[in-house]
């Protein structure tokens, strides 16, 4: 359906994600994927561009829907997109416009309810997404009990598996729960072509599943949003409800305030490591930075 080799697909981990990251991955087979929900529409044009121009092969693009996205999914349209996913929100108001282009939609989903929901808009692939993800996570099931639920309720729907993966083990253990494909986004966060800054990184090659904790205190721009994280020096006096100092800078020069929603990237600056440390439970099997197209020939030994 997606028009890839192999059932692995990069998530789309926010300002993390570049076009060298997802052309690496559709490069190696799987399915690799922009972020672009908060870019401009010349912006989503540049990002999909360069990222033709190192890949032939599928790639999707990801829209938050917790704002409006007609705008942009128009942008992505008309630069020929046809794999379009979105995640916490209705999809059923953006399946007409992707049916008109001759794309496909994959909606990201946390609970049963929501994928009865997705599935009777036109959703054309569901993502399980268990409670061991890590970023924003839309429900409390883990993994393969949800996957057993979907596949259940809705087995001519093609399923992705997403939270807690990362090395061929995982992979055949959701194929297994009834994943016709993996998700992954922590993993690829410790890419080579990720734009996730050194800090980031290094905080997730240390920690354990453990070190990951549930909460919404980066809530600021996206307010009331349960996360995953790796616990950090923010939520250590997020109870005490400090006010919102300026803890790093934009490439740019703009000020990202403390329990922003952003990550670090490696061309921001200050103490990054007071950002939101998106993170699953994989982490514990995450011990190095490797090229995507490395980690994609690996993780294709679960198939």
């Known amino acids: 359906m997606l028009g890839i080799e192999l059932p692995i697909v990069q998530?789309?981990?926010?300002?993390?994600?570049?076009?060298?990251?997802?052309?690496?991955?559709?490069?190696?087979?799987?399915?690799?994927?922009?972020?672009?929900?908060?870019?401009?529409?010349?912006?989503?044009?540049?990002?999909?561009?360069?990222?033709?121009a190192i890949t032939p092969r599928p790639f999707g693009v990801n829209l938050v829907l917790e704002w409006d996205q007609h705008e942009r999914l128009r942008a992505a349209l008309n630069e020929g997109s046809k794999?379009?996913?979105?995640?916490?929100?209705?999809?059923?108001?953006?399946v007409p416009a992707v049916r008109a282009a001759g794309g496909l939609l994959i909606h990201t989903v946390g609970s049963v309810a929501d994928a009865a929901s997705a599935v009777a808009a036109g959703v054309d692939v569901i993502v399980a997404q268990?409670?061991?993800?890590?970023?924003?996570?839309?429900?409390?099931?883990?993994?393969?009990?949800?996957?057993g639920q979907i596949a259940a309720a809705f087995?001519?729907?093609?399923?992705?598996?997403?939270?807690?993966?990362?090395?061929?083990?995982?992979?055949?253990?959701?194929?297994?729960?009834?994943?016709?494909?993996?998700?992954?986004?922590?993993r690829f966060v410790c890419s080579v072509e990720a734009n996730a800054a050194e800090i980031y990184q290094q905080k997730i090659i240390a920690a354990q599943?453990?070190?990951?904790?549930m909460a919404t205190v980066f809530s600021r721009g996206w307010p009331d949003a349960p996360h995953r994280v790796l616990r950090n020096s923010t939520l250590q006096i997020?109870?005490?409800?400090?006010?919102?100092?300026?803890?790093?800078?934009?490439?740019?020069?703009?000020?990202?305030?403390r329990f922003a929603f952003a990550l670090p990237t490696k061309d921001m600056t200050g103490d990054l490591e007071a950002m939101a440390l998106y993170a699953g439970h994989s982490v514990e099997r995450i011990h190095d930075i490797r090229p995507a197209a490395e980690l994609v020939r690996s993780l294709a030994g679960g198939l």
Request: charged share 15%.
């Open 83 to 94: 794999i379009i996913s979105t995640f916490w929100g209705d999809p059923a108001g953006y």
């Open 11 to 52: 998530a789309p981990i926010g300002n993390a994600a570049t076009p060298e990251l997802a052309a690496a991955v559709s490069n190696a087979g799987g399915l690799g994927m922009l972020s672009i929900s908060s870019s401009a529409p010349a912006q989503i044009s540049r990002l999909i561009h360069a990222t033709r």
């Open 238 to 257: 997020a109870a005490a409800a400090p006010s919102p100092d300026i803890v790093a800078h934009s490439k740019r020069g703009s000020p990202i305030e």
């Open 209 to 213: 599943a453990g070190d990951t904790i």
């Open 155 to 186: 087995p001519a729907v093609p399923l992705i598996g997403a939270g807690g993966i990362a090395d061929a083990s995982d992979v055949a253990r959701v194929r297994k729960a009834g994943a016709d494909a993996v998700w992954l986004g922590t």
């Open 130 to 147: 268990g409670v061991e993800a890590g970023g924003h996570v839309c429900g409390e099931t883990p993994l393969t009990q949800l996957l």
